[in-house]
């Protein structure tokens, strides 16, 4: 029979202009958390973390924020390239157990 | 490169069959995490181990073990495989040293399993 693939939210930006890429956690719990970016054919790859006692967190071209009172992380991309495209998701921790993924956002950068 | 290393690449097999997955972590890395990623689940932790024992457990089936090994290589044992087990299985090692607390992870190039 054919098989069902997950239904990934997307997003498409052109090339230059910022991405804001959102997430929403389930346990007001977790205390640490992890943006990871994955290309086609590779395995998921770290961008940037964030502890709890944390609201923002900068690195090269990217920030991610974080609302705990709403349960909310969004990674913000500037100046998008062709190659930031990927599918992007979130991953939260609690006291330092096992991590539990979001489903993920499909980012396509148009030249 | 991440520097987790993962064999093999690719795995046909069949129904009620079993297969070994391996993984070498990054050097000086002591915990390994094993994750299944489907299509229709995204990725899912199935188990993790720090310096050779059981840490976490996730949603992992009876039908699969893990290991680690004293070299700190890892196995993910698959057994009486199902068509729905088809999927890329991935593991990912970090330091996850105690002053450090949690640590980011290191993701292989995974392993795409095709059960016929």
């Known amino acids: 029979g054919e098989s069902v693939g997950l239904h990934l939210p997307t997003l498409s930006v052109q090339e230059g202009d910022n991405s804001i890429i959102n997430c929403a956690y389930s346990n007001s719990a977790s205390d640490y958390f992890i943006w990871y970016k994955q290309e086609s054919g590779k395995g998921p790859q770290f961008i940037i973390d964030i502890r709890s006692n944390m609201d923002k967190r900068q690195g090269q071209r990217v920030t991610v924020l974080l609302n705990k009172t709403v349960k909310h992380l969004s990674l913000q991309i500037a100046a998008t390239q062709p190659g930031d495209s990927a599918v992007y998701f979130c991953a939260e921790n609690i006291a330092g157990n096992q991590f539990y993924f979001g489903t993920g956002t499909s980012l396509t950068v148009i030249p | 490169d991440s520097g987790v290393t993962q064999t093999p690449k690719h795995l046909i097999t069949a129904t009620g069959q079993r297969v070994t997955l391996r993984c070498s972590p990054r050097?000086?890395?002591?915990?390994v995490y094993w994750y299944q990623q489907s299509l229709d689940q995204g990725l899912q932790f199935l188990i993790q181990y720090y310096n050779g024992e059981e840490r976490a457990k996730g949603n992992i089936l009876e039908r699969f073990s893990a290991q680690q090994f004293p070299d700190l290589h890892s196995e993910l044992n698959l057994s009486s495989l199902e068509l729905g087990d088809s999927a890329l299985y991935f593991c990912?090692?970090?330091?996850?040293?105690?002053?450090?607390?949690?640590?980011?992870?290191?993701f292989g190039p995974g392993t795409r399993l095709t059960v016929l």
């Open positions: 050097s000086g890395d002591l915990s």
């Open positions: 990912a090692s970090s330091v996850e040293s105690v002053l450090a607390g949690v640590n980011e992870q290191f």
